[in-house]
């Protein structure tokens, strides 16, 4: 299955992915310090509920029409996000500069996963932590949403070989029902971390 086009898929006035936060990131919200930078952010549903709560929330995203989204998404939560148009195969985020980062459904290949991940554990400040949701490998199938590729897929040991440099708060593998939108919508195989870099 090919990738999506992704300002394709973002030039629909509705939002391909609703506009309501992910779950587990509202779960784990006690966790998030600011400021957040959240990846491949999309059309802003969790930027904008992490600027709800107060955080400064850099999003960064390689569609600038899903930007264009999200920034009217916070402006019609009457909050204000700042964004970034960037490719994640070549960003490079500032180190020791974020209290949280975020990473909910961004399936990478897994060349660009080995490239950034160690780069993202580094741009936290010491005590920071990553909160990260995303399909596993056993989503493989099922028709409820994510890529068709098991490379873009996650897995626990996946996880622990990619994220180096922070220590294992929450990992496991589990099924729940998603329902994001109209591409995110059923009973899936989903990965759910959190990972602290040392003080």
């Keep these: 299955m090919p990738s999506p086009d992704w300002n394709a898929r973002f030039s629909d006035s509705e939002y391909a992915y609703g506009t309501e936060p992910n779950e587990f990131l509202v779960q784990q919200a006690f966790r998030v310090s600011g400021p957040v930078l959240s990846i491949a952010e999309g059309e802003g549903r969790n ?21 264009a989204k999200a920034v009217k998404l916070a402006d019609q939560n009457g909050v204000q996000i700042s964004t970034e148009v960037s490719d994640l195969s070549d960003y490079e985020p500032a180190e020791n500069a974020f209290g949280s980062i975020i990473s909910i459904y961004a399936h990478l290949d897994g060349s660009i996963r080995r490239r950034l991940y160690p780069l993202l554990a580094k741009a936290l400040k010491p005590g920071g932590i990553l909160i990260l949701e995303a399909y ?3 989503q493989i199938g099922r028709g409820t949403g994510g890529p068709g590729d098991v490379d873009l897929l996650m897995s626990c040991s996946k996880i622990e070989n990619e994220f180096v440099g922070l220590e294992t708060v929450c990992l496991h593998e589990i099924e729940r029902e998603v329902h ?19 003080e």
């Design 180 to 198: 994001e939108g109209k591409f995110h919508t059923g009973m899936a195989s989903v990965i759910q971390y959190v990972g602290r870099k040392a």
């Design 47 to 67: 930027a904008a509920y992490l600027a709800s709560n107060g955080h400064c929330v850099h999003a960064v995203d390689g569609s600038a029409v899903g930007l």
């Design 136 to 138: 596993s490998e056993n």
